[in-house]
């Protein structure tokens, strides 16, 4: 749950208080008659910063998180990193049978050297042609004929240049990377499972380096919080805006302190509220994914007399 501090001013005036120490009503005095002055006890006008918040319920997920699948399918050779551990963009995590792939590749490269080699005859008929041509030996259609092969010849050559980058690429899918830095899950397959390219989700990894916590603003609360000026102190473009604090429990002390820099572009229909996003530091790793029904408080201060 969030406390958003909100900014209402609001004046509070000192009142006057008059104490009038008057005569007993008893018997006479050598003060009867007399007059008392008045005593008057009064407070002058103190200038403070005070602060006026709300509270609002957050969710908090990582700044980034991936689920890991084979772009290509196999039976699953290894698994390269142990279940839990932190690891970097680029480590090796998983290792699909390569041989079917390198068997395809080498087909691929056995078929772009055949269309090489029907380029360069098609090259060498194509430049008799035009001296038989050129020699009034043979008609413009046999010419005609040499050109749309060799045209013909260098379109397969392209293709198999094209099959040669396909195999290439699956053969190097085969071993399967981390896209980026975090905490990995647990192995989804075991070895020897059988892979399905674009399906079998194998792990996920989470970088919690950094967490944002989401929470939503009631019609109510965006109008007051856009008259107080809130909205122009966030820069989505520079992610800067104002500092924002969170309690993982209700009554707890420890606060995290972070950054409200994003708003959403629309009032949702369905829940009549605006999504509101602060990030936070985590490289103490005290913040995980997931939690929910924090406190968080938003301090913009606002002098007022009282």
Same mark, same amino acid.
């Given at each position: 749950?969030?406390?958003?501090?909100?900014?209402?001013?609001?004046?509070?005036?000192?009142?006057?208080?008059?104490?009038?120490?008057?005569?007993?009503?008893?018997?006479?005095?050598?003060?009867?008659?007399?007059?008392?002055?008045?005593?008057?006890?009064?407070?002058?006008?103190?200038?403070?910063?005070?602060?006026?918040?709300?509270?609002?319920?957050?969710?908090?997920?990582?700044?980034?998180?991936?689920?890991? &699948?084979?772009?290509?399918?196999?039976?699953?050779?290894?698994?390269?990193?142990?279940?839990?551990?932190?690891?970097?963009?680029?480590?090796?995590?998983?290792?699909?049978?390569?041989?079917?792939?390198?068997?395809?590749?080498?087909?691929?490269?056995?078929?772009?050297?055949?269309?090489?080699? &029907?380029?360069?005859?098609?090259?060498?008929?194509?430049?008799?042609?035009?001296?038989?041509?050129?020699?009034?030996?043979?008609?413009?259609?046999?010419?005609?004929?040499?050109?749309?092969?060799?045209?013909?010849?260098?379109?397969?050559?392209?293709?198999?240049?094209?099959?040669?980058?396909?195999?290439?690429?699956?053969?190097?899918?085969?071993?399967?990377?981390?896209?980026?830095?975090?905490?990995?899950?647990?192995?989804?397959?075991?070895?020897?499972?059988?892979?399905?390219?674009?399906?079998?989700?194998?792990? &996920?990894?989470?970088?919690?380096?950094?967490?944002?916590?989401?929470?939503?603003?009631?019609?109510?609360?965006?109008?007051?919080?856009?008259?107080?000026?809130?909205?122009?102190?966030?820069?989505?473009?520079?992610?800067?805006?104002?500092?924002?604090?969170? &309690?993982?429990?209700?009554?707890?002390?420890?606060?995290?302190?972070?950054?409200?820099?994003?708003?959403?572009?629309?009032?949702?229909?369905?829940?009549?509220?605006?999504?509101?996003?602060?990030?936070?530091?985590?490289?103490?790793?005290?913040?995980?994914?997931?939690?929910?029904?924090?406190?968080?408080?938003?301090?913009?201060?606002?002098?007022?007399?009282?």
């Amino acid at each position: 749950m969030f406390n958003l501090k909100r900014i209402n001013a609001a004046t509070y005036t000192s009142a006057a208080s008059l104490l009038l120490f008057l005569c007993g009503c008893g018997g006479e005095s050598e003060n009867s008659g007399s007059k008392d002055t008045p005593e008057v006890i009064f407070t002058r006008p103190v200038l403070k910063d005070v602060v006026l918040w709300d509270e609002y319920t957050a969710k908090i997920e990582a700044v980034a998180s991936v689920d890991i &699948r084979a772009q290509v399918g196999g039976y699953l050779k290894s698994v390269n990193f142990k279940e839990g551990q932190n690891i970097k963009k680029g480590d090796l995590l998983f290792v699909i049978d390569p041989r079917p792939y390198e068997a395809a590749l080498a087909s691929a490269e056995a078929e772009l050297a055949e269309a090489k080699a &029907r380029v360069e005859l098609a090259k060498t008929n194509l430049e008799r042609a035009k001296e038989l041509y050129a020699a009034d030996v043979v008609a413009k259609e046999f010419l005609d004929t040499r050109n749309c092969e060799m045209l013909s010849s260098e379109a397969v050559l392209e293709s198999a240049k094209a099959k040669v980058r396909n195999a290439s690429l699956n053969l190097e899918y085969t071993s399967i990377s981390a896209p980026m830095s975090g905490k990995v899950s647990e192995s989804f397959v075991d070895i020897g499972n059988l892979i399905v390219a674009d399906q079998t989700k194998l792990t &996920r990894i989470v970088d919690n380096s950094s967490v944002q916590a989401y929470f939503e603003l009631s019609e109510r609360d965006v109008v007051a919080y856009r008259d107080c000026g809130l909205f122009g102190k966030i820069d989505i473009d520079k992610g800067t805006g104002p500092k924002i604090k969170l &309690r993982l429990f209700e009554n707890s002390a420890k606060e995290y302190e972070g950054i409200l820099n994003y708003f959403d572009n629309e009032i949702s229909q369905e829940s009549a509220s605006l999504t509101m996003r602060a990030d936070f530091d985590n490289s103490k790793k005290q913040l995980s994914s997931g939690m929910y029904e924090q406190f968080m408080s938003l301090d913009i201060p606002l002098k007022m007399r009282f």
